[in-house]
């Protein structure tokens, strides 16, 4: 097996300003390419401690991938240290020169190109320099004592794309990766546990290259099955079969037999039966439209939506009776069951899902008290309704109630509602 | 200096399946409690990654955090090697298993207490239990060769819940912490390289014990200024004065000087000015709503929004005139105009906020390729338009789209407009 490492360099990781979403990028894509990543650590922009994560990540590793510490400032540091640990000078390389200034004369003509922005363009006279295709900074690639070591920058989209159109392919050239296959389904209405004891003669059975891993999340629970091996077609073939078992033991509470989210789920519906789709938001504020806009292609179903954070919008944009919001209030099975009707209507929908909830921290009372939910789904023919109680924080609240709504969503389509 | 280190356990951060967003909550609460956060390092459920991890951590941190494997299912199997590490036997702890009782008692009566989730109450003899007030799995404080470990389990409203009641006032009983204090100021309209070229003479007198950092993200760059000292009270005077000599110079392109988001600041311009707000949003699909509603208290001031997707939504429900989308096009300066409109009578807002563009990846054409957005941000008295050209992918032309367009109507708050 061929073995990764991630070291991403930067205070910010260490101050915990920015969550890292680099690393479960590049993991997924190196899994994807037959490379198991062994560890990922994080250091701050300081040399000894970059320097020891370069010696402890090459020892079992035999890529060693970098991201961060390449930016124009004063707090990056990266360069010079790399300069240092694999030896050699910094010069300038005509390339990277004439990236950062093609890359001026695209998008920033107005500015002036600072003296540091030039000094993009020096790298270590040992490196083989990566293409940014997406950014001043140029990727470096060095080799020492039979490893491999990649350099990049911490913006996202500029790492992914010097990844995707050079890391990768020219990684191809050094190893003969192993076939790594996953198979995914997700599962919702059962605990982690109880899903474990349910499958525990059939787990314990799985061949030892075939490992299977449980991802609870959001009230459900999605189970992954991973192989690893030589010979691609027999994997193929001994997952497919783990896969259909593994699926006909959980087929009561299957979502899907997909590696997909709830959103893509409900796309993939809606197109299939050329159905069109609307939301009414009061407590989730926007973040299931949000969700099913995320992705590509969500105009082809997806019309619009209300999001009736006060009382006045939910009765002029959705048509929620003045007196169910006085005599139930607005976190009721009424008013949810009026906001889909009115969702319907006024946004000419085939189906409209609804939520009405108290996200906290503020708001709770004793009869309603901070978590609780009512949600509806539904169309023309038919609406149903679900109550939660949830028990978080207001951000997982808000997350938890878009995913049961979607869900209940998904049950009333899939019923023929 | 009191340093820590961070250990997650798990495949799935290997897998990129799961973002780990638990490092950077622990990381800023580290820091805020004056503890010094050295390395983050992630492994998969192996045993000896997990001991080497230990051994690693252990040499320069004087405490050593470790979340994650510790759920019920067989892909765990962090405690069996803790108890290896530390040496000891499992037992059942009497609390952990009243508590394991007491919370199936409470939220899952319908569900039966199976072997396995008893066996949470399991911990090695050698350990100190660390209550967990929401779920079953006990955390475990240990000490060796003078270091603190605390296992504690992945679920991040656990994990927040144990270290905010536990693991923080405990440690404070062990060491003598510094006083680590930041100052953080945000601004937008200039880029890194041009502001650090600004600013450099002042940061490069900073004294020592002050570090500045640069965190750029969605068009605009967060300044950070971080001071470590045990002297609390010089200490907080002497970034004062240097906090203000930066805003100072900044000033021109300050968006708060406060560590906050646009959104905060929007709902606190809100709150002061006692106004009204509404969204009108396509091709961001409700993820304005969603920032905005994501604050606590923000129903205070936001009313609802429409997400207007479709050209009918737009014409139905924000008033958009059908001739306008004809020949403007949905992705029109008229039709955001007519947007805000909309909105503000609609909705009935003192201020709304509209965008329409062309996210990706499909949609584009010559006259208007993909990234081409209008966004409107206004009152009944002014209306304020830009026009932006994105080039990334969907996911970060929504979030840049979202905070151009905040970032506008803070501008014509401000403005008085």
Redesign the interface.
């Known amino acids: 097996m061929v073995f990764a490492s991630i070291i991403t360099i930067g ?11 680099n ?9 994807a390419n037959g490379i ?9 922009d300081n040399s000894a ?1 970059i320097i020891r ?1 370069l010696d ?1 990540e090459s020892r079992e590793a035999d890529i060693i991938l970098i991201t961060g510490g390449l ?5 990056d540091i990266t360069k010079p240290v790399l300069c240092e640990y694999f030896g050699g000078k910094l010069v300038v390389n005509e390339d990277a020169l004439n990236n950062v200034k093609a890359i001026f004369a695209k ?2 003509k107005d ?1 002036p190109i ?1 003296e ?2 030039l000094k993009q363009a020096e790298v270590p006279d040992t490196c083989t320099v990566i293409h940014n295709g997406r950014g001043t900074a140029p990727g470096m690639w060095f080799e020492k004592n039979g490893k491999i070591y990649v350099s990049m920058p911490g913006v ?2 500029e790492m992914q794309g010097m990844m995707t159109d050079s890391v990768i392919p020219k990684l191809g050239n050094y190893f003969k990766m192993p076939f790594i296959l ?1 198979r995914t389904l997700v599962t919702a209405g059962i ?4 899903l ?2 349910h499958i525990i003669h059939w ?2 059975a799985l061949p030892k290259n075939i ?7 959001y009230g459900m629970v ?1 189970l ?1 099955l ?1 192989g690893s091996s030589d010979e691609k077609e027999m994997l193929d073939k001994v997952l497919d079969v783990q896969f259909a078992s593994l699926t006909n033991l959980v087929s009561e509470w299957l979502v899907t037999d997909k590696d997909q989210t709830l959103q893509q789920v409900i796309g993939e519906l809606m197109v299939a039966r050329k159905k069109t789709l609307s ?1 009414a ?1 009061s407590c ?7 969700l ?3 992705e ?4 082809a179903y ?9 009382n ?2 939910k009765e ?2 959705l048509n929620v009776s003045h007196d169910t919001l006085i005599t139930d209030g607005a976190v009721s099975e009424h008013t949810v069951i009026q906001m889909v009707k009115g969702g319907l209507s ?3 929908t085939d189906y409209c899902v609804a939520v009405s909830g108290i996200m ?4 709770g009372s004793e009869a309603k008290p901070v978590g609780t939910v009512w949600i509806a789904a539904g169309s023309a023919e038919r609406i149903e309704t679900q109550k939660f109680s949830f ?6 609240n ?1 997350e938890l109630t878009a995913n049961a709504a979607l869900n209940l969503l998904r049950k009333v389509v899939l019923s023929g509602g």
């Open positions: 205070d910010e990781l260490l101050i915990g300003q920015v969550v890292d979403t690393s479960a990028w590049m993991a997924r894509t190196l899994n198991w990543l062994k560890r990922r650590v994080a250091v701050g401690d994560a402890e930016g124009p400032t004063a707090d998008l920033a500015r600072l540091r922005n996202p989209h996953h605990g982690e546990s109880a474990a004891e787990e314990s490992k299977l891993a449980y991802l609870p999340n999605r992954r991973t939301t938001e989730t504020g926007g973040y299931i439209a949000h099913l806009t995320a590509a292609g969500s105009s997806y019309q619009g939506g209300v999001v009736s954070y006060s006045h919008v002029n944009m006024r946004l000419q906290g921290p503020g708001g028990r978080f924080n207001r951000q997982r808000i």
